[in-house]
């Protein structure tokens, strides 16, 4: 398995921006998609954003217009940036490739980047 690796979250004050990356070796050359999750303490992790291969999105609701995500596929990172952020956006956020079986057995979680909405 290969470990995924989040980073780039941080403290931030409402309105403030972050931009997360999510490195996941070999995901570009397995055609993957690519989720962004995110988990409040111990609760379920929540599905946020997702990436096809071949560059469609969708995104939760209530981060619409506020959340982009993208990819750099020469480095097998994908990004999700986030503007407006709001109290409620303050989670841990994780990525995970889906897709082909190797999408889905590959990849060992990681251990998240933790994002802080507050003044």
């Known amino acids: 398995e290969v470990q995924l690796v989040e980073s780039g979250g941080g403290l931030v004050q409402p309105g403030g921006s972050l931009r997360l990356s999510c490195t996941a070796p070999?995901?570009?050359?397995?055609?993957?998609?690519m989720n962004w999750f995110r988990q409040i303490g111990g609760g379920r992790r929540d599905w946020v954003s997702w990436?096809?291969?071949?560059?469609?999105?969708n995104y939760l609701d209530s981060v619409k217009g506020r959340f982009t995500i993208s990819r750099a596929p020469e480095k097998d990172t994908v990004y999700l940036q986030m503007n407006s952020l709001k109290p409620e956006d303050t989670a841990t956020y994780f990525c995970?490739?889906?897709?082909?079986?190797?999408?889905?057995?590959?990849?060992?979680w990681g251990q998240g980047t933790q994002v802080t909405v507050s003044s």
């Open positions: 995970r490739p889906v897709g082909a079986p190797v999408c889905q057995t590959a990849y060992r």
């Open positions: 070999g995901f570009t050359s397995n055609n993957c998609n």
């Open positions: 990436l096809s291969s071949d560059g469609d999105t």
